[in-house]
């Protein structure tokens, strides 16, 4: 097999891409696919969520890698950096990451770092789903640089802002540059409350701006504080409270994204 790459982005923070990764994965998973799930984030909430709670202290992790190509040493071996979680297999990250954007600055092929440590898993995995942190930096441009896609993540506020025409952009310049393959799988809306804006309306919204060539997922992820209590519990809510309208929510949305 050779995984599929996706990429998780949003430069805004908050807007649900841990959430949603922890989420695709589980559900992915739970349909017997060998998943990886990567945490492409310094603040390492992804590997707090899957239940590490001093990311700094693990030996091995996602920033350790990265360093290993840059100084062009030998990859650590899978076992060391691979961790199973359950259903789920993850590599971790910690705050160290944060000082490989710089160590990438000199660096040859830099923005090639990630993509050659996921080939070296890619045949193990039906799909590798990578955490983006809220920028939209030379990390971000490693994980663009590594996917087959992007799932963007969006709050409805968000939609509007001008945030997103810059991601879409950035993600059209990688198309362009370095990953012609490279799809946008879509939007999907998250902390969704009716109150806010009518479903048609945020369709109509990015019809109006980017034409119909983006895709909005039908399937939008309602906000409620059981969120944050599944995180708590180191579990997604598909997991932790299968019946929840969250869960419900992203379960729906993973088979519409695998239509
Ligand atoms: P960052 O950019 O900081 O990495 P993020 O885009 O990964 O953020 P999450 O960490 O998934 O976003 O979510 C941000 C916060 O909102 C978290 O505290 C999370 O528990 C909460 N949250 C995520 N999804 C929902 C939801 N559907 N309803 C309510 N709260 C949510
Ligand atoms: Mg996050």
Same mark, same amino acid.
């Given at each position: 097999?050779?995984?599929?790459?996706?990429?998780?982005?949003?430069?805004?923070?908050?807007?649900?891409?841990?959430?949603?990764?922890?989420?695709?994965?589980?559900?992915?998973?739970?349909?017997?696919?060998?998943?990886?799930?990567?945490?492409?984030?310094?603040?390492?909430?992804?590997?707090?969520?899957?239940?590490?709670?001093?990311?700094? @202290? #693990?030996?091995?992790?996602?920033?350790? &890698?990265?360093? /290993?190509?840059?100084? !062009?040493?030998? *990859?650590? %071996?899978?076992? +060391?950096?691979?961790?199973?979680?359950?259903?789920?297999?993850?590599?971790?990250?910690?705050? @160290? #990451?944060?000082?490989?954007?710089?160590? &990438?600055?000199? /660096?040859?092929?830099? !923005?090639?770092? *990630?993509? %050659?440590?996921? +080939?070296?898993?890619?045949?193990?995995?039906?799909?590798?789903?990578?955490?983006?942190?809220?920028? #939209?930096?030379?990390?971000?441009?490693?994980?663009?640089? /590594?996917?087959?896609?992007?799932?963007?993540?969006?709050?409805?506020?968000?939609?509007?802002?001008?945030?997103?025409?810059?991601?879409?952009?950035?993600?059209?310049?990688?198309?362009?540059?370095?990953?012609?393959?490279?799809?946008?799988?879509?939007?999907?809306?998250?902390?969704?409350?009716?109150?806010?804006?009518?479903?048609?309306?945020?369709?109509?919204?990015?019809?109006?701006?980017?034409?119909?060539?983006?895709?909005?997922?039908?399937?939008?992820?309602?906000?409620?504080?059981?969120?944050?209590?599944?995180?708590?519990?180191?579990?997604?809510?598909?997991?932790?409270?299968?019946?929840?309208?969250?869960?419900?929510?992203?379960?729906?949305?993973?088979?519409?994204?695998?239509?």
């Amino acid at each position: 097999m050779s995984g599929k790459v996706i990429a998780i982005a949003n430069q805004k923070g908050g807007v649900g891409k841990t959430t949603t990764t922890m989420n695709l994965g589980y559900a992915l998973a739970e349909q017997g696919k060998k998943v990886l799930l990567i945490d492409f984030d310094p603040q390492s909430n992804l590997t707090m969520c899957m239940g590490i709670d001093r990311p700094e @202290e #693990l030996d091995t992790t996602i920033y350790h &890698l990265m360093m /290993a190509v840059i100084e !062009e040493k030998e *990859l650590q %071996s899978k076992e +060391q950096f691979i961790i199973s979680n359950g259903k789920l297999d993850f590599i971790p990250c910690s705050i @160290e #990451l944060s000082a490989v954007e710089v160590n &990438l600055v000199n /660096a040859m092929s830099r !923005e090639l770092t *990630l993509k %050659s440590i996921i +080939q070296e898993v890619k045949d193990d995995y039906d799909y590798i789903i990578i955490d983006c942190m809220p920028s #939209l930096g030379m990390l971000t441009i490693n994980a663009l640089v /590594a996917c087959n896609s992007v799932l963007i993540t969006a709050t409805p506020q968000y939609l509007s802002a001008k945030g997103l025409e810059l991601l879409l952009k950035t993600i059209l310049k990688v198309k362009r540059r370095i990953n012609p393959s490279i799809e946008i799988d879509g939007i999907l809306i998250t902390m969704f409350t009716e109150r806010t804006i009518l479903s048609k309306e945020i369709v109509n919204l990015i019809d109006e701006a980017y034409g119909k060539q983006i895709k909005v997922f039908e399937n939008k992820i309602p906000a409620s504080v059981k969120v944050g209590e599944s995180n708590l519990k180191n579990k997604s809510i598909i997991e932790y409270q299968p019946g929840h309208k969250v869960a419900v929510a992203y379960t729906k949305f993973v088979e519409e994204y695998l239509r």
